[in-house]
């Protein structure tokens, strides 16, 4: 609450006008719920290192992955868990992960694949209503299993993914 407090002036100038109190009220609430829910879901699945904006290493499609990852998560065990922050659109990423289309997500998970033994975690963590939406076949540990959807691993995704642009290769390039 502090760090908003202090920060928003400066980040978000705007938003700390005295007309624009209600809605700045409105974010910080937001946020400190989402805050709260992403630290209590991570250390309930047992995560115990988090990384913030760790850069995309790899390459996919013979070229070189750029970009970075909201959040990487990691256990003692190993495991790993990728958590993109997303502002709104609860509706949209429940529906992205539930039907196989997180290729964002996806693309994120096969990075981290590229270093390590298998594909991590992954969740969407929609910021302005406090959810995490993960698939039951890659899912986040600790996440309220009322919000564990069911779609395919994110491995599936990604497979999908690269056999559709891998099909389409001719067509791209002519």
């Known amino acids: 609450e502090t ?6 002036p400066l980040d978000a100038a705007p ?6 109190r209600i809605e700045s009220q409105r974010l910080k609430s937001e946020l400190i719920k989402a805050t709260r829910l992403f630290v ?6 047992g995560y115990t290192r988090v990384r913030i904006e760790v850069p995309v ?3 996919a499609f ?6 970075s990852i909201d959040c990487v998560a990691s256990a003692d065990d190993g495991r790993e868990a990728v958590v993109d922050f997303k502002y709104a659109g609860r509706k949209k990423y429940y529906s992205m992960i539930s039907e196989g289309h997180s ?3 996806a693309t994120y998970a096969h990075s981290r694949r590229q270093s390590s033994e298998r594909y991590p975690a992954v969740a969407s963590l929609v910021l302005s209503d406090g959810k995490f939406f993960t698939p039951n076949e ?6 309220d299993q009322a919000l564990v959807l069911d779609g395919p691993s994110i491995e599936q995704v990604w497979n999908n993914f690269w056999q559709a642009i891998s099909h389409a290769d001719d067509w791209l390039t002519t």
Do not use: C, H, I, Y
Not at 3 to 8: I, K
Not at 62 to 67: A, D, H, L, S, V
């Open 57 to 59: 290493e790899g390459s």
């Open 138 to 143: 890659s899912a986040l540990a600790g996440v």
């Open 15 to 20: 938003l700390a006008l005295p007309e624009k």
């Open 103 to 105: 290729v964002q997500l």
């Open 40 to 45: 209590e879901t991570l250390s309930a699945g």
């Open 3 to 8: 760090a908003f407090d202090e920060r928003l």
């Open 62 to 67: 013979g070229k070189e992955m750029r970009g």
